[in-house]
C-alpha cells in the first residue's frame, strides 16, 4: 500500500510541477506579448496580425489551467452556507454530494465541449491565420475532465480519508 502511495504522491507532484510550469509560462508569455504589442502599435505604428488573438487563447488556456490548479488545491468557489448551519458530522456528508455534484457538471460540460470540438472539426474551422481551431481549443474538454477528476479524488477523500489527510489536500 505504501508502494501504490508513494506512487501516487509521485504523479502528484509531477502534476503540479507540470501545472504551475504551464501557467507561469502562459502568463509569461502573454505579459511578453501585450507589452511587446503596446511598443510596436504606439512606436513603431506597427504589430503582430496575430497577436491579439493568441491572447485570447492564451487566457482561454490560463483560465483552463487555473481552474484545475484551484480544484487541485480545494480553492476553487464553494457555496457552503449548509457548512455554518449543519452539525460537523454532516459536513463531511454534504461535501461529498457536492464535490460528487460537481464532478458530474464538469463531466456534463466536457461532453458538450468535446461535441464542438467535433464540430470545429467538421467545419474546419480556423485560428491564427491557418491553425485548426480544435487545437486551440482542446483544453476546454481536457480542463473540465481533469478537474471533475479531482472533484471525485476529494469527494473520496471527504468520504474515506482521515482528518488529518483531508485538512492537508487531497491527494494521498
Keep these: 500500500m505504501t508502494d501504490q502511495r508513494a506512487l501516487l504522491a509521485r504523479f ?21 506579448l501585450a507589452v511587446g504589442q503596446i511598443v510596436l502599435r504606439e512606436i513603431f505604428n ?7 488573438e493568441l491572447l485570447k487563447l492564451a487566457v482561454l488556456w490560463l483560465a483552463m489551467i487555473a481552474a484545475i490548479a484551484a480544484c487541485r488545491e480545494n480553492r476553487h468557489i464553494r457555496i457552503d452556507a449548509l457548512s455554518h448551519l449543519l452539525p460537523t458530522h454532516f459536513i463531511r456528508v454534504t461535501r461529498v454530494i457536492v464535490d460528487l455534484f ?11 465541449t ?4 467535433q464540430l470545429e472539426i467538421e467545419f474546419q474551422d480556423t485560428v491564427l491565420i491557418d491553425t485548426p481551431a480544435w487545437i486551440a481549443h482542446a483544453i476546454v474538454p ?5 478537474t471533475g477528476y479531482r ?14 489527510e483531508i485538512d492537508a489536500g487531497w491527494v494521498p
Excluded at 472533484?151 to 488529518?164: R, S, Y
Design 142 to 146: 481536457l480542463a473540465f475532465v481533469l
Design 151 to 164: 472533484f471525485v479524488i476529494g469527494a473520496l477523500k471527504q468520504a474515506f480519508g482521515t482528518d488529518e
Design 12 to 32: 502528484d507532484r509531477i502534476g503540479r510541477s507540470l501545472e504551475n510550469i504551464a501557467l507561469v509560462s502562459l502568463l509569461g508569455l502573454m505579459m511578453v
Design 46 to 52: 506597427s504589430g503582430i496580425i496575430w497577436a491579439d
Design 114 to 117: 468535446y461535441r464542438y470540438l
Design 102 to 112: 460537481a464532478a458530474a457538471v464538469c463531466c456534463a460540460i466536457a461532453w458538450q
